[in-house]
């Protein structure tokens, strides 16, 4: 079984920067896991390895779709396969880097089939949400998979009109969840999420939404508004909502930010719930010793 080492955690928790410190002890190739890293041209605002970075240690599957297109948890696992293929047969080991924990789950323990996407439908759902209000499309899916509606939050829309499409399609959500929950492992990895405590990675968050809008995230959105007019896609990574609405004069410039660090400490909780219920994570405290990890990893 192929060896795998993946560096997991919170955004803001420093991924970036150990995968690639370690991928340089170890002799490794880095493979994005990040859901949001796979958009050409939104860099700064999903805080994409510089080129700096990049040149320090190989990157595969970042800028692999254009904004507005769909990337799926199926698609990733199969082009990360194809990556850590060619990885190892260079001889090198591949160092999996991401907080997606559907893009992880689904690249270690396969995708469960499931009904397919309905391009008609999700616009009706996502318009029914608009008119009546999330919860209303909430309370629907409890009526039908209680299991499903308790684990996904009334306001996360996205997940809320897959659990529904999936349910039209005569599946139970909560069945195939439970499923992909217990698929054998396809690799032999190593599993190392940081685990920074709380009021450290939220400093560290919001000193990072700060610097995005500083360096270049404003720039990212006036060219998406070049592009795409009034038709900017709606499903953008988390900041670029509000950056496009800053720079069309619908949010101030300090309001934008609030709003963009307060999405980012959410979004990071969830991950932390999400990699919690994940077997096999070992969780790693800062300081992080990069000599001791990297042992670690050799030793197995």
Not at 19 to 41: C, F, H, K, P
Request: net charge positive; with cysteine.
């Amino acid at each position: 079984m192929q060896r795998l080492l993946v560096i997991a955690g919170p955004t803001g928790s420093g991924k970036t920067s150990l995968a690639i410190t370690l991928a340089r002890w170890l002799g490794g190739e880095i493979v994005n896991a990040d859901s949001q890293q796979v958009y050409r041209g939104l860099d700064v605002g999903t805080a994409k390895a510089t080129a700096e970075e990049r040149g320090r240690a190989p990157h595969h599957l970042l800028d692999l779709v254009e904004p507005g297109e769909g990337m799926d948890a199926a698609r990733f696992a199969a082009l990360a396969d194809g990556a850590i293929a060619g990885v190892a047969a260079r001889g090198r080991l591949p160092v999996v880097a991401g907080g997606s924990g559907l893009y992880l789950r689904a690249l270690l323990h396969g995708v469960v089939a499931a009904p397919g996407r309905d391009p008609a439908l999700r616009a009706a759902l996502e318009a029914e949400a608009s008119a009546q209000g999330r919860p209303a499309l909430h309370a629907r899916l409890a009526a039908i998979d209680p299991d499903a509606a308790q684990r996904i939050r009334p306001n996360d829309l996205v997940r809320v009109v897959r659990a529904l499409e999936i349910a039209a399609g005569g599946r139970r959500p909560s069945e195939l969840h439970a499923a992909h929950a217990f698929q054998i492992d396809r690799y032999a990895a190593t599993i190392l999420a940081l685990d920074l405590p709380r009021a450290q990675l939220h400093a560290r968050i919001d000193t990072r939404v700060e610097a995005m809008f500083a360096g270049g995230l404003l720039d990212e959105a006036r060219a998406l508004v070049a592009r795409f007019g009034a038709s900017v896609p709606g499903k953008l990574p988390i900041g670029y909502g509000e950056a496009v609405a800053c720079v069309q004069g619908e949010l101030s410039l300090a309001e934008a930010v609030r709003k963009v660090q307060v999405a980012h400490r959410r979004y990071a909780r969830r991950q932390v719930i999400w990699l919690r219920k994940e077997r096999g994570v070992e969780w790693v405290a800062p300081p992080f010793d990069a000599e001791r990890l990297a042992h670690r990893v050799e030793t197995g």
